[in-house]
């Protein structure tokens, strides 16, 4: 049983350039979260898809869009990459719910983005 | 917003000393879960408590949850090499939200 996949793995960006991130869920779940990781720092909640739709988003800007496909698989984008935006991003699947309190997240091996 | 904060920020012990991170929330929380990140490593999730009170244990590590519920703490009993890593709190308020909050983590070290 394959676990939460992420790709790539690492990468690196200049300033102003735009950003794909991939995100697998674990087999069985149907809801996937985005964090950011700063360095030293705790993960940060991006948003949230569930259904092929945003159901939440975190404190972040616009810049920080994504997308869930039929088969639950999700992608982050981010435009207008800023230095500010070099961490590392986690994806993480759940089995979610309605309106029940949230199940183990199971977090992916992220992708470090590196802007210059 | 809701704000989670962790203490300590960092905790250095010998092996076989005990260890404890703690966790307290701005806001009454639906449940709180634990997570523990290894160096490079991405978070694993530990346990979740749910009710208020609510004590767990697994092996060495005993979480319990505040009468509140808003506060929580991890304690790990005669630390051995292997519980090197950050450990973080995460919050959820309920009903509604469908965001956990997580704490900047306290980061353990061992000393062999």
């Known amino acids: 049983d394959a676990g939460v996949t992420q790709s790539p793995t690492h990468l690196i960006k200049t300033r102003g350039q735009q950003v794909t991130l991939r995100c697998s869920p674990k087999s069985g779940h149907d809801t996937v979260s985005w964090y950011q990781q700063a360095l030293g720092q705790g993960p940060q909640f991006i948003f949230q898809y569930y259904e092929e739709e945003e159901r939440q988003r975190g404190n972040f800007p616009d810049r920080f869009s994504g997308h869930q496909f039929p088969n639950y698989s999700s992608e982050l984008n981010v435009n207008a990459l800023l230095l500010g935006d070099s961490a590392l991003y986690l994806c993480a699947s759940s089995s979610r719910r309605r309106l029940m309190a949230p199940d183990t997240q199971y977090f992916g091996p992220g992708t470090r983005l590196t802007v210059l | 917003g809701q704000q989670v904060m962790q203490i300590p920020q960092y905790q250095h012990v010998q092996e076989g000393e005990d260890f404890t991170t703690y966790c307290n929330s701005s806001?009454?929380?639906?449940?709180i879960q634990w997570y523990k990140q290894r160096p490079g490593g991405h978070p694993v999730f530990l346990i979740q408590?749910?009710?208020?009170?609510e004590v767990k244990k697994q092996k060495r590590l005993t979480f319990q949850f505040g009468e509140a519920k808003k506060n929580s703490s991890l304690h790990i009993t005669a630390t051995q090499t292997t519980d090197v890593g950050t450990y973080f709190c995460a919050g959820w308020s309920g009903a509604g939200s469908y965001q956990l909050t997580f704490g900047k983590g306290t980061k353990l070290s061992v000393i062999p």
């Open positions: 806001t009454t929380l639906s449940n």
């Open positions: 408590l749910v009710k208020s009170g």
